[in-house]
């Protein structure tokens, strides 16, 4: 299973990568908004840092401005990866691009039927997000069920990107579910690191070992 960050930010993105367990970003528009600079520049420097798929989403809402955006985002690195919602220009814009060779995210689904649009426009990554279905009382997991169920019956080669995980538990389900990828901000991936166990663990052993060294000495 591969792991994003959900992410705009560069140190965040430079901390989690020396790590070596991160295989790519996502970003979106409020995520971007927040950090200073020029956002094609900030994705270009993600790009080098990650070497792995990184999302920059469209703004323009009409077929031909998403287009347009999609060519300038894809032209920012071979690693990027151009994300467009999930509306009728969205899915529109989704087969074009994807026609051309440009990878395409889906972002902004809510649902299995959704879901089933964007795999037959071609996209390379479907994101439907757990954390906000959650928020209004219907369980985001469910979808996860479904969208792996549906594209294994038609073998679509569109990769399951599970978004808005707001815990490690997201993750956790996600992989049980075989879901491809979980994209979590960094805070998320932090508690996945967290056990106090082992923090007790680490301290007995060492304990031990510097009381054998004095006995020794
Ligand atoms: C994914 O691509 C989105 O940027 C993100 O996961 C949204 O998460 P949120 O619902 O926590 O804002």
Redesign the pocket.
């Known amino acids: 299973m591969k792991l994003f960050v959900?992410t705009g930010s560069i140190k965040d993105i430079e901390s989690i990568a020396a790590l070596g367990i991160l295989d790519g970003v996502?970003?979106?528009p409020?995520?971007l908004a927040k950090e200073p600079g020029d956002f094609r520049q900030n994705l270009k420097r993600i790009c080098e840092i990650v070497k792995g798929p990184v999302?920059g989403e469209v703004t323009a809402t009409d077929f031909a401005g998403m287009l347009q955006q999609g060519h300038d985002i894809a032209k920012i690195d071979a690693h990027m990866v151009v994300?467009v919602p999930l509306t009728r220009d969205g899915i529109r814009a989704c087969k074009a691009l994807s026609g051309e060779g440009i990878r395409v995210n889906v972002?902004l689904c809510f649902s299995a039927a959704q879901a089933l649009l964007a795999a037959k426009a071609g996209a390379s990554f479907i994101?439907p997000?757990v954390?906000?279905l959650d928020d209004i009382a219907t369980n985001g997991m469910e979808l996860i069920r479904e969208i792996v169920a549906i594209y294994g019956n038609y073998e679509f080669t569109t990769e399951i990107?599970v978004?808005?995980?707001?815990h490690p538990i997201h993750i956790v389900e996600a992989a049980k579910l075989g879901a491809d990828i979980a994209?979590c901000?960094p805070a998320v991936i932090e508690q996945m690191f967290n056990h106090p166990l082992t923090n007790i663990g680490l301290e007995k052993f060492l304990k031990d070992w510097e009381k054998a060294q004095a006995v020794k000495a």
């Open positions: 959900d996502t970003t979106n409020s995520l999302s994300k972002t994101s997000f954390g906000r990107l978004a808005s995980c707001r994209t901000p």
